[in-house]
């Protein structure tokens, strides 16, 4: 079953950053066969072209590499302490050895007074957990050991380089869409040519429709993306988790802590907040099915009742 999540993980993976290759290519194409109408240039359309690719390989290149860092730089996170968050690192090291992982993840604490947590990297040789000092506060030892153990599943499990691939991403397709609505609302459509015949002006219009689709779907199309990530894979990492700490209640009473806590995370952001163990945002949409299909962690409770009945 975990050979499966890892095979299906990375390939989700990649397809992701296929899909969006291609989605921000089309995109800029679109806009350059608008303005090599446009301005009567139709060189422009093969430029955006190149340019879009460059820019598109480049940056999923980018978030390969370094997407870990730029979520925990987005997030405001520091470096743990060995020695003032000690029991966290001597936490960390035992479920190392016990997952298997060959390196310890880096530890690194974010400044807020909510509990909650999330695991970010692109293997388990090269990853992350982000605590809240908040947590480290309000949990006992068990509790942040299942919480740790939770994150830790995510790491052998690949679901770290989707999450973290996919909240760079759409951040940066969500960024470009509106910077070009904003772009385009306030008179980046005037054009030079006034005197385009019939035909050049409905080939405009309809190229700039077709932009214009594309921008106005892009931040749906990434919120439903964010969706796709399998909410199986919080399931599957309370599960792992009980089997490394063979403590179900740890990581239930954590839950539990973690959910109704009435504080949100301040410097959670929407690209980011399907990465913590539980809403950051703390909107709990309540227990109807539409509510649960728009929301980016599986009920509470749910999760609270599978655990125990391990």
Not at 48 to 66: C, M, Q
Not at 287 to 310: E, G, K
Request: net charge neutral; glycine share 8%.
């Amino acid at each position: 079953m975990f050979e499966d999540q890892i095979r299906s993980n990375i390939n989700k993976t990649w397809g992701f950053i296929l899909g969006f290759i291609v989605f921000f290519t089309i995109l800029i194409y679109l806009l350059g066969l608008f303005f090599a109408e446009m301005y009567g240039d139709p060189s422009l359309a093969f430029i955006f072209l190149i340019a879009a690719l460059a820019f598109s390989i480049i940056s999923s290149w980018v978030s390969y590499y370094y997407s870990d860092r730029m979520v925990i730089s987005a997030v405001g996170a520091r470096p743990a302490d060995p020695i003032l968050h000690k029991q966290l690192y001597d936490l960390v090291e035992g479920l190392t050895i016990a997952s298997g992982v060959p390196a310890m993840p880096r530890l690194y604490v974010m400044d807020e007074p909510s509990p909650n947590a999330f695991a970010t990297g692109r293997n388990p040789e090269h990853s992350a957990i982000v605590v809240t000092s908040g947590l480290l506060e309000m949990l006992s030892r068990d509790e942040l050991e299942g919480v740790l153990a939770h994150e830790m599943s995510h790491v052998v499990n690949y679901d770290i380089l989707l999450a973290t691939i996919i909240s760079v991403l759409v951040g940066t397709v969500v960024l470009i869409s509106h910077f070009f609505w904003r772009w385009m609302w306030w008179g980046g459509g005037r054009g030079r040519r006034s005197g385009n015949g019939g035909g050049s002006g409905y080939l405009m219009l309809i190229i700039l429709a077709l932009a214009l689709l594309f921008i106005i779907l892009a931040p749906i199309a990434s919120q439903l993306i964010q969706l796709a990530v399998s909410r199986k894979r919080e399931y599957l990492a309370d599960a792992s988790a009980v089997k490394l700490t063979r403590y179900p209640d740890g990581l239930a009473n954590a839950l539990h802590k973690i959910a109704y806590s009435p504080i949100p995370v301040r410097r959670a952001n929407k690209a980011v907040a399907h990465m913590f163990i539980d809403d950051p945002f703390k909107k709990r949409k309540g227990s109807s099915w539409l509510a649960n299909l728009f929301s980016t962690h599986p009920p509470i409770d749910d999760r609270i009742a599978r655990i125990q009945a391990m």
